[in-house]
């Protein structure tokens, strides 16, 4: 199989680390992780991979929330490391509250980051993809996509919504060579579950039937199936990893 | 892996079977099939197989007999080992619309398809739950997720069998044991590319977005994905794999 190059966007997260060291260990992948513009962490990340042997990751700034951004960003990538060949669109972000309470600008903070961020990655990928007749596209969606979660009518939006880019994505690509899919993780641990107050989150892992957090690793596997050959006949699949949590 | 595990797949002769059983042994698993007792050609079977290199120990099962299932279950255990993986793929067809659809029709479909996920599994859970870690894999089809014409035998036993999953993989989460029920598509089994060329390219293929059918690789690898470590956390899921045939 050929050295393939992996967009990881929100690569620099509690998922998106895992998700890039899983495929960086495939295949001698080159994986390249999307932070956002100036992010203070850049280096410091970047100098784990590389301690922890991983020189085939790399870095790419971008705001994924601005269209323009992103172009520039891919154009940047293409040039400096090749086209794109698998995309994770992975930067997410939270700003819960009840929707009586909620503003306008945490509406639009997480619908521009969870959803829209899809659109304006993905666009400039998707012809580079089709034009070389293989491409692998994998949306982190959630459990609270699929079940609706209290507090979370924007993210809950947002996360059902990039499925619905998935499918629809899917089909008009299917005869391409380029799948399209979407995982949809329960509650995982990483710094910001692990942040949660441990009353609440004792609550939260109670109403797991499995009793326990998913790890990053178990995601970052999942992703790395959907991005094989082998998963070529997967595509416009939703794939719940959530413990038992929420079962469609 | 620690030891090598033993998985059991029903079913194990047929066209999806045989890859499944050729695939997940050359991953490492030992594999015993089951096949019908109806079934004349075993011999020949388990000879060509040998040929190709597999010594793959073949019982024969009905499996719509819980007593013929506890029986030979026990058979298996004794000879080959605990059995830590069960892949419930038998199944069979009764075609006809619902008008014309007899007793026995609906009967056979379901003591087949849906009856034998009980006849089954009821013999190894037990041990799975004791050693603290199992697979069951339910097979089930597109056709159990959207319905078919002349198949509402096939349909109802299918969508049954992820019935079945959900509920038992809530029952046994915090065992180790996960369930899943994994969704094909129209596969390129010896049954399917049976169908003579004009009806598979004037009926069949113009409902795959795809535009081909699925390899029995590809599913015997989403199986073997579902039986791994890292897919620990994945259990009550229904995984499409499709060519984007169907898509929820």
Not at chain 1, 165 to 182: P, R
Not at chain 2, 146 to 164: E, L, R
Not at chain 2, 166 to 185: F, M, Q, Y
Request: one cysteine or more; aromatic letters at 6%.
């Amino acid at each position: 199989m050929s050295k393939r190059v992996a967009l990881v966007t929100g690569g620099m997260g509690g998922i998106g680390t895992a998700v890039c060291r899983r495929l960086a260990s495939a295949n001698g992948n080159v994986v390249v992780a999307n932070c956002l513009p100036g992010y203070e962490k850049r280096d410091e990340w970047l100098a784990a991979m590389r301690a922890e042997g991983f020189d085939n990751v790399f870095a790419a700034e971008g705001d994924v929330a601005d269209f323009e951004s992103c172009g520039a960003m891919v154009r940047g990538i293409e040039s400096q490391i090749g086209p794109v060949d698998i995309l994770v669109n992975g930067a997410g972000i939270v700003r819960d509250s009840m929707l009586r309470k909620m503003s306008p600008s945490d509406w639009l903070a997480v619908i521009n980051t969870n959803l829209n961020s899809a659109f304006n990655v993905t666009k400039h990928l998707i012809d580079g993809m089709c034009e070389r007749g293989w491409g692998r596209i994998v949306n982190l969606s959630s459990v609270n996509g699929q079940r609706g979660q209290f507090g979370q009518t924007n993210y809950s939006a947002a996360k059902a919504g990039i499925h619905g880019f998935a499918k629809a994505l899917a089909q008009e690509v299917v005869k391409k060579g380029v799948t399209v899919n979407s995982v949809s993780p329960g509650y995982v641990e990483t710094d910001m579950v692990r942040s949660i107050r441990p009353d609440v989150l004792e609550r939260i892992v109670a109403g797991i039937p499995m009793g326990r957090l998913a790890k990053p690793e178990e995601i970052a596997g999942l992703i790395a199936y959907l991005t094989s050959d082998e998963a070529g006949y997967i595509t416009g699949a939703n794939i719940a990893i959530n413990g038992g949590m929420y079962m469609a | 892996m620690t030891e090598e595990r033993l998985a059991v797949v029903t079913g194990g002769m047929g066209g999806l079977g045989e890859t499944i059983s050729t695939k997940m042994a050359d991953a490492g698993y030992k594999v015993v099939v089951t096949y019908s007792p109806s079934n004349t050609k075993w011999k020949q079977w388990l000879e060509d197989m040998r040929g190709r290199g597999y010594a793959f120990a073949a019982f024969p099962v009905d499996v719509t007999d819980y007593d013929d299932c506890a029986a030979k279950c026990e058979r298996i255990h004794k000879e080959c080992g605990p059995i830590s993986i069960l892949v419930n793929n038998a199944g069979i067809t009764r075609d006809m619309t619902f008008k014309k659809m007899t007793k026995t029709d609906w009967d056979a479909v379901m003591r087949t398809n849906l009856d034998s996920c009980f006849n089954m599994t009821k013999q190894v859970m037990d041990g799975m739950i004791e050693r603290g870690w199992g697979r069951v894999i339910n097979v089930s089809s597109v056709n159990g997720q959207k319905g078919a014409f002349g198949q509402t035998n096939y349909s109802a036993a299918k969508a049954g069998i992820h019935g079945f999953t959900k509920a038992l993989a809530l029952e046994v989460a915090k065992k180790g044991v996960t369930v899943n029920t994994i969704s094909p598509g129209y596969i390129g089994t010896k049954m399917v590319t049976a169908i003579p060329k004009e009806i598979l390219d004037s009926k069949i293929l113009p409902q795959i977005p795809i535009g081909r059918l699925g390899k029995p690789d590809e599913v015997a690898g989403l199986i073997i994905y579902l039986c791994s470590e890292e897919a620990a956390f994945v259990t009550g899921a229904n995984i499409s794999i499709n060519g984007g045939q169907h898509m929820y």
